[in-house]
């Protein structure tokens, strides 16, 4: 399997970029994977909030596949704690291609919505998509461990 994480938006804090790096380390020995940073768009620009959505949606569409397993994280989607986020990674490993996708600020249009195979949530909390990133990729490697029977969950 290939993971792709597409994110609106570039990293900017050296920190957060650091705990992402670290995490990257730790999943590269397991997976092919790899990160896409697309730009965000301005308001100021773009003239509305859904002008912007569909901007970042098209930016997004256009970089999937038809075969691609597109997880969209979503505050509305399925919620799950870390044992049964690694039953569904298990699953997936019969899959070539898993894209998550991370929207911007403003969240995501309902095309991306539509082309999703899953809308996932993280949390019922709201966090920034610059931390969604980071728990997105811990829980990713948490759920490999999981599903290794490694130390790492317990």
């Known amino acids: 399997m290939k993971l792709s994480i597409i994110q609106i938006g570039k990293t900017q804090e050296a920190w957060l970029k650091q705990a992402l790096e670290e995490y990257y380390k730790r999943l590269r020995p397991y997976l092919k994977f790899e990160v896409i940073e697309l730009a965000d768009q301005s308001l100021r620009t773009a003239g509305s909030i859904e002008s912007v959505k569909a901007k970042e949606a098209a930016s997004v569409l256009k970089r ?3 075969e691609d397993y597109v997880v969209l994280l979503d505050e509305r989607g399925v919620e799950q704690n ?17 894209v998550f996708v991370i929207g911007g600020v403003y969240g995501t249009d309902v ?3 539509k082309r999703a195979d899953l ?4 949390s019922k ?5 610059q931390f969604a990133r980071l728990i997105l990729i811990e829980q990713i490697y948490r759920a490999m ?4 029977n490694r130390q790492y969950h317990y």
């Open 82 to 98: 870390s044992v049964e986020f690694a039953r569904f990674w298990v699953n997936m490993s019969e899959v070539k291609h898993v």
């Open 145 to 148: 461990m999981i599903g290794a």
């Open 119 to 122: 809308l996932f949530s993280l």
């Open 64 to 66: 999937l596949k038809d």
């Open 111 to 113: 095309a991306l919505k």
């Open 125 to 129: 909390l709201t966090f920034t998509h």
